[in-house]
């Protein structure tokens, strides 16, 4: 099974909230997850837009979890993985 941590929408219209959430590759977006990493509020002021779980992230990153290119910037954001040289 692989895995992949991802964004997982839950906010109502024209209000979005994202949870970052590990789950299967073949589930759909909203779909079945494994476990909810962090969430991620774009209106919310800079600071305080990602909130992450930095164990849990590192965790699922160890055993393999590939995050999407967006999780990735914001995982980046909240210091959970180095950037890039």
Known sequence: ?????????VGRKKVPLYRIVVADQ???RDGRF???VGSY?????ADKQ???????????LDRGAT???TVTALLRKAGVVQARP
């Open 1 to 9: 099974m692989a895995t992949r941590i991802r964004l997982r929408r």
């Open 26 to 28: 073949e589930s759909a």
């Open 34 to 36: 494994i476990a909810v």
């Open 41 to 45: 509020d774009p209106r919310a002021a």
């Open 50 to 60: 990602v909130n992450v779980n930095t164990e849990q992230a590192r965790h699922w």
């Open 67 to 69: 995050p999407t290119d």
